[in-house]
């Protein structure tokens, strides 16, 4: 079965902080496909990253950057230096290959909250 | 830059009456998706719809719910006679064919549900 567990409800911190947000999935596919997406306080999703499931590397993109491990099953998203602008919910989500649709499978979400 | 919109951005109804939000994709866009967001909680996924068919659906997406693709280039989700529990935000989103890439998502419906 397909899942996607974001343990961390609510995280806040300090501006400058450095924070990870933790995302586990559970897949009994051998090809699939990794996200992030930004909910800001105004409700949309934005794309943040996609991952296929033999694509390894470690992304950064500017403050961002995301840590992939098969072995774990995890797919950690780091902000550098948070900004205030970074306070949203982030949700981590999940697509099989095996799925020809390609639905997204979320996580609960992390809130995060970045005080100045 | 193409996105997706999504009409009306609030919708207020009374509990059994039927309700159709409207979705148009980003033109070159193949596969199309409802999602749904009850306040606080997760996205759920409802609908894939692609060359002018269902693909798959949750169990979300009972015999109250339909899709459409009347013209070519809109796409609707009809619920025939809304509940209390169908409040939520409802996101329309759309992809390119080929591997599975992102999904561009609308700005959403907020449902009201009285």
Redesign the interface.
């Given at each position: 079965a397909q899942k996607v567990t974001q343990a961390q409800t609510e995280i806040s911190v300090v501006e400058k902080e450095d924070v990870t947000l933790d995302c586990v999935y559970e897949t009994r596919d051998t090809t699939y496909?990794l996200?992030w997406?930004k909910q800001p306080p105004s409700?949309?999703?934005v794309?943040l990253i996609?991952r296929?499931s033999f694509d390894e590397q470690n992304e950064i993109s500017g403050r961002y950057s995301w840590n992939f491990q098969k072995s774990t099953s995890s797919f950690n998203f780091t902000i550098t230096a948070s900004q205030v602008v970074d306070s949203a919910v982030y949700?981590c989500?999940l697509?099989e290959?095996g799925?020809?649709?390609?639905?997204?499978?979320?996580?609960?979400?992390t809130e995060l909250s970045v005080k100045p | 830059e193409p996105e997706v919109t999504q009409t009306p951005s609030h919708q207020v109804t009374q509990m059994g009456q039927e309700v159709i939000l409207r979705c148009v994709p980003i033109s070159n866009h193949l596969?199309f998706?409802w999602?749904r967001q009850i306040l606080g909680?997760?996205?759920?996924?409802l609908v894939?719809f692609?060359n002018n068919e269902i693909?798959?659906k949750?169990e979300i997406f009972d015999d109250q719910f339909s899709v459409e693709r009347p013209d070519g280039s809109n796409f609707t989700l009809k619920i025939r006679s809304t509940k209390l529990e169908d409040s939520a935000?409802y996101?329309c989103?759309s992809?390119t064919g080929g591997?599975?890439?992102?999904?561009?998502?609308g700005?959403?419906t907020r449902l009201t549900v009285l």
């Amino acid at each position: 079965a397909q899942k996607v567990t974001q343990a961390q409800t609510e995280i806040s911190v300090v501006e400058k902080e450095d924070v990870t947000l933790d995302c586990v999935y559970e897949t009994r596919d051998t090809t699939y496909y990794l996200f992030w997406y930004k909910q800001p306080p105004s409700g949309e999703l934005v794309f943040l990253i996609r991952r296929n499931s033999f694509d390894e590397q470690n992304e950064i993109s500017g403050r961002y950057s995301w840590n992939f491990q098969k072995s774990t099953s995890s797919f950690n998203f780091t902000i550098t230096a948070s900004q205030v602008v970074d306070s949203a919910v982030y949700f981590c989500a999940l697509s099989e290959n095996g799925n020809q649709g390609g639905k997204l499978i979320f996580g609960q979400g992390t809130e995060l909250s970045v005080k100045p | 830059e193409p996105e997706v919109t999504q009409t009306p951005s609030h919708q207020v109804t009374q509990m059994g009456q039927e309700v159709i939000l409207r979705c148009v994709p980003i033109s070159n866009h193949l596969y199309f998706y409802w999602y749904r967001q009850i306040l606080g909680q997760k996205v759920e996924f409802l609908v894939s719809f692609y060359n002018n068919e269902i693909s798959e659906k949750s169990e979300i997406f009972d015999d109250q719910f339909s899709v459409e693709r009347p013209d070519g280039s809109n796409f609707t989700l009809k619920i025939r006679s809304t509940k209390l529990e169908d409040s939520a935000m409802y996101f329309c989103a759309s992809r390119t064919g080929g591997a599975i890439g992102e999904q561009f998502f609308g700005p959403g419906t907020r449902l009201t549900v009285l």
